[in-house]
């Protein structure tokens, strides 16, 4: 049995929506797709208000963490693979 992706930290029924709509429907996809690349296609597909909270909340699924405990550093990273 597959884990739902609104089963990870961080992923409520709004983003879960998000992600579902870029074609990311499950959490095989979504850790394949990576946190980066999931927040570009909700950028480009569906809000393009996005904000580096939602890109937090993508790594710390994928990490099984609330966004919160990400290193300040590891999210300035992360922001700058976002926007490059």
């Not at 095989?28 to 797709?33: I, Q, R, Y």
């Not at 405990?69 to 693979?81: A, G, S, T, W």
């Amino acid at each position: 049995m597959s884990e739902k992706i609104s089963d990870l930290p961080n992923i409520g029924k709004v983003l879960e929506e998000k992600l579902n709509a870029v074609g990311i429907k499950d959490v095989s996809t979504l850790k394949t797709v990576g946190s980066v690349e999931a927040f570009k296609k909700i950028q480009c597909q569906v809000d393009s208000g996005a904000c580096d909270c939602t890109l937090f909340a993508l790594e710390g699924a994928i990490q099984g963490i609330r966004w919160h405990e990400l290193d300040k550093e590891y999210r300035n990273i992360l922001v700058k693979k976002a926007r490059g």
